[in-house]
């Protein structure tokens, strides 16, 4: 499985972006695809999973610190896995990671991502204010 993020870039506080993480190889292998970030001299923090059931729509989940501000979604023609983050603020200058791993259900995003298996090169935002 290979995950190719894009999407990041500088923008001013209050800003929005929206990565993107292509991801190519094995489906099934990547049931469960998740974003990431780790800012400067911080640990890796979770940010949203997306769990593609066998209906159309898949299980989404977001941090508590992103709720409201940052969606995750996936469209499924593409293979490609998107974050919209919307009021962007200094807080949240990092580098950003999209994750995969096969699972039955999204592994727990408070761990640093222990349980991923496969990781994109990640993608910098930087917000100034």
């Known amino acids: 499985v290979q995950l190719v993020e894009s999407g990041g870039g500088s923008v001013q506080a209050g800003g929005a972006l929206r990565l993107s993480c292509v991801a190519s190889?094995?489906?099934?292998?990547?049931?469960?695809m998740a974003w990431f970030r780790q800012g400067p001299g911080k640990g890796r923090e979770g940010l949203a999973t997306?769990?593609?059931?066998?209906?159309?729509?898949?299980?989404?989940s977001h941090a508590d610190s992103v709720k409201g501000r940052f969606t995750i979604s996936q469209d499924n023609i593409k293979n490609t896995l998107y974050l919209q983050m919307n009021s962007l603020g200094p807080e949240d200058t990092a580098m950003y990671y999209c994750?995969?791993?096969?699972?039955?259900?999204?592994?727990?995003?408070?761990?640093?991502?222990?349980?991923?298996?496969?990781w994109g090169q990640g993608t910098q935002v930087t917000v100034s204010s």
């Open positions: 994750a995969a791993v096969e699972a039955q259900s999204c592994p727990s995003i408070t761990q640093g991502g222990a349980p991923y298996t496969y």
């Open positions: 190889g094995d489906n099934i292998r990547r049931d469960c």
């Open positions: 997306f769990y593609r059931s066998s209906g159309f729509k898949g299980v989404l």
